[in-house]
C-alpha cells in the first residue's frame, strides 16, 4: 500500500518534469510554450464565460424553483418499481448538468448516510461513471462554433445511464446492498 501512495504522490510531479525534459531534449522553447499556451487557454476561458453564467444560473434556478424535485417526483414511480435507490435520482440528473450542483447533494448524502454506507458508495462510483453532458457540450461546442451535434446528445444519455446501471450494479456486487 505504500508503494501506491508513493507512486501517486510521484506520478504528477515526473510527468511534470518528463515534459520539461522532453520540451528541452526536442529543443523546443519550454517557458515560451507554456506561456503562449496559457495564453491561448485564457481567451478559450473568457470565450466560454457567457455560457458557463448562463448554464450556473440556470443550474440555480433549476434548484430554487423547485423544478429538480418536481422532476424527481415524476421520474419516481418509474424508480419505485426498481431497486434503484430514489434518493440518488436528484444527483443522478443534476450529473448531467452540473458537476458543483451534483457535489453538493452527494455531500448531503455523506451527511445523512455516511460515505461508507451503500448509498454513500453508489455516489462515489457514480460520480466516476457519469458526465456532465449539457456542461460539457455547451463549453465544447461553443468554443469551437459547433451548430449541429448530430447524434452526440443522444449518444452521451445512453453513455451516462449506462454508468448510471454500471455504477449501481458495481455498487451491488462489491459492497452488497
Do not use: W
Request: a negative charge; proline letters at 3%.
Amino acid at each position: 500500500m505504500n508503494l501506491i501512495m508513493t507512486v501517486s504522490d510521484l506520478i504528477i510531479p515526473c510527468i511534470f518534469f518528463g515534459i520539461i525534459f522532453y520540451g528541452l531534449y526536442k529543443g523546443v522553447n519550454v517557458y515560451e510554450s507554456f506561456v503562449e499556451g496559457a495564453t491561448e487557454g485564457l481567451k478559450v476561458a473568457v470565450d466560454i464565460l457567457p455560457t458557463l453564467i448562463a448554464l450556473l444560473v440556470a443550474v440555480g434556478m433549476l434548484r430554487a424553483s423547485g423544478t429538480l424535485d418536481a422532476i424527481v417526483r415524476l421520474i419516481n414511480p418509474l424508480v419505485a418499481s426498481t431497486d434503484f435507490p430514489s434518493e440518488v435520482v436528484p444527483i443522478a440528473l443534476m450529473r448531467m448538468v452540473s458537476s458543483s450542483a451534483s457535489t453538493g447533494l452527494i455531500l448531503d448524502i455523506f451527511q445523512t448516510h455516511g460515505p461508507d454506507s451503500f448509498l454513500g458508495r453508489l455516489v462515489s462510483i457514480m460520480f466516476g461513471c457519469t458526465e456532465t453532458i449539457f456542461y460539457t457540450m455547451s463549453v465544447y461546442f461553443m468554443t469551437i462554433k459547433v451548430k449541429y451535434t448530430r447524434y452526440t446528445l443522444a449518444g452521451a444519455l445512453i453513455a451516462s445511464f449506462a454508468g448510471l446501471f454500471a455504477s449501481y450494479i458495481l455498487t451491488l456486487q462489491i459492497f452488497g446492498a
